[in-house]
């Protein structure tokens, strides 16, 4: 079975200008979370989607969103872009989306903002 | 609140062991072990659930106290391949608590 997928996997965007960060989880994970990981720090928690609905957000501004389709695919998306954007994106899905449970990560998209 | 991990980094030769630990200040109710090598996504190592249990993986095992809101990850007779980062991720207490928070990161270097 395929893994967790991610595109594109490298990106480079200039400040201000917009990114969509694509997902796709495991076959039949119904929750998707969103990290954003920078050089030397763990993965920090951007978003919980569940059944297409968000279950949760991290301390993150507003330029930060997301949604999950019918298919249990998600986009990031990132607004007006900072340098401090840059930083590897990381998709994680799981069952239920439940903190009990393991969450597979993807390969990552790595941002680089200009 | 962040967990914290320690130590830092370590350098240890082939067959030698290593212990990681994860300490967090609010009450645990699971931590996650990852490992992640240079440029790669985090991998799966083992969830802990609250119980105080202990788990196994290979030559790689965990422990997790509750009462102490501490996890170690123990690695016994270190291999190359053992080499990366090491994180730990837990989850706070409360209702709808769904997201993990990861420590800084354990490096671990394993030399011939």
């Known amino acids: 079975d395929a893994g967790v997928t991610q595109s594109p996997t490298h990106l480079i965007k200039t400040r201000g200008q917009q990114v969509t960060l694509r997902c796709s989880p495991i076959?039949?994970?119904?929750?998707v979370s969103w990290y954003q990981q920078v050089l030397g720090q763990g993965p920090q928690f951007i978003f919980q989607?569940?059944?297409?609905?968000?279950?949760g957000r991290g301390n993150f501004p507003d330029r930060f969103s997301a949604r999950q389709f019918p298919n249990y695919s998600s986009e990031l998306n990132v607004n007006a872009l900072l340098l401090g954007d840059s930083a590897l994106y990381l998709c994680?899905?799981?069952?239920?989306?439940?903190?009990?449970?393991?969450?597979?990560f993807g390969p990552g998209t790595r941002l680089l903002v200009l | 609140q962040q967990p914290v991990q320690s130590p830092q980094a370590v350098i240890l030769r082939e067959g030698e062991d290593a212990v990681i630990n994860c300490s967090s200040s609010?009450?645990?109710?699971?931590v996650h072990w990852y490992r992640q090598k240079h440029g790669e996504a985090p991998v799966f190592l083992m969830i802990?659930?609250?119980?105080?249990e202990q788990k196994g993986h290979d030559k790689i095992s965990a422990s997790f106290n509750e009462k102490k809101q501490q996890s170690s990850l123990y690695l016994t007779a270190s291999q190359l391949s053992y080499s990366g980062t090491y994180f730990c991720?837990?989850?706070?207490?409360?209702?709808?608590?769904?997201?993990?928070?990861f420590g800084k990161g354990t490096k671990l270097s394993v030399i011939p």
């Open positions: 994680a899905s799981s069952l239920f989306g439940s903190v009990q449970e393991t969450q597979y």
């Open positions: 076959s039949g994970h119904k929750s």
């Open positions: 989607y569940y059944e297409k609905e968000e279950r």
């Open positions: 609010k009450a645990l109710y699971s």
């Open positions: 802990l659930l609250k119980g105080g």
């Open positions: 991720g837990t989850e706070g207490s409360g209702a709808g608590s769904y997201q993990l928070t």
